[in-house]
């Protein structure tokens, strides 16, 4: 069975500080990456998405992959307490055409201390 | 990005009754759409995947002659939760895809049995 694990935190970082969340998979065949966020109450809301290894910047977000070592995270830098939510990690199998199911993570809480 | 919305974004029904949820893509055609149930504090749990025209594929022990989905279009899915019971109530939320295979959801609907 495919997993995702994550820290469930909470991870508690100052405002303006670089909050970075990790996840690893055990799928090796996994082919596609995605970081969302949830507020509470709230559904989630895709922020990165990332397929080959390597950095992906985009803002104050960047996601960070290493599939040797089945490995991705998410940096966030000058962190705001709007940033405070949970994030879930979930990865895609594309090796089998058709199977766009995700596999989650149970999310990572992160709180920004103003 | 692409949106999607779900309508009603809360009910509350009585234990026996039915209630249809509906999920559209506004912007985009879905391929694919994906119903998910979370309870408090838990993660997200897949419930089904839907392709247009074609039937619904369940994950394992969530049943299907209670949870009915319909996919008439690439545009419209909706999930109708029979005989309701107090058990059933939760956040159930949809998210739809395109071939990139990056799933964007909907804003949720919670529903209470009474």
């Known amino acids: 069975q495919k997993e995702v694990e994550q820290n469930s935190g909470p991870l508690s970082v100052p405002e303006g500080a670089i909050a970075s969340l990790n996840c690893t998979y055990s799928d090796r065949v996994s082919q596609s990456f995605f970081w969302y966020r949830q507020y509470s109450g709230k559904s989630p809301e895709l922020i990165m998405s990332?397929?080959?290894?390597g950095d992906k910047e985009d803002g104050r977000f960047t996601a960070q992959l290493n599939k040797a070592s089945q490995y991705v995270s998410l940096l966030i830098r000058d962190s705001q307490p709007s940033d405070s939510a949970t994030y879930l990690c979930a990865v895609n199998d594309r090796s089998n055409f058709g199977n766009e199911k995700l596999t989650f993570g149970t999310g990572t809480r992160l709180t920004i201390i103003p | 990005g692409a949106v999607v919305s779900q309508h009603p974004s809360w009910v509350i029904c009585k234990s026996g009754t039915s209630v249809k949820i509906e999920c559209r893509s506004l912007?985009?055609?879905?391929?694919?759409m994906f119903w998910y149930r979370q309870f408090p504090k838990q993660s997200l749990m897949l419930m089904a995947t839907?392709?247009?025209?074609?039937?619904?594929?369940?994950e394992q022990g969530v049943e299907k002659d209670k949870f009915l989905i319909n996919h008439a279009s690439l545009t419209l899915s909706t999930l109708t939760v029979t005989s309701a019971h107090p058990e059933d109530s939760s956040f159930y939320i949809c998210?739809?895809?395109?071939?990139?295979?990056?799933?964007?959801f909907g804003p949720g609907t919670r529903l209470t049995v009474t």
């Open positions: 912007d985009f055609q879905a391929t694919t």
């Open positions: 998210s739809a895809s395109v071939l990139a295979y990056e799933q964007y």
């Open positions: 990332i397929y080959s290894n």
């Open positions: 839907s392709n247009e025209g074609s039937k619904a594929t369940y």
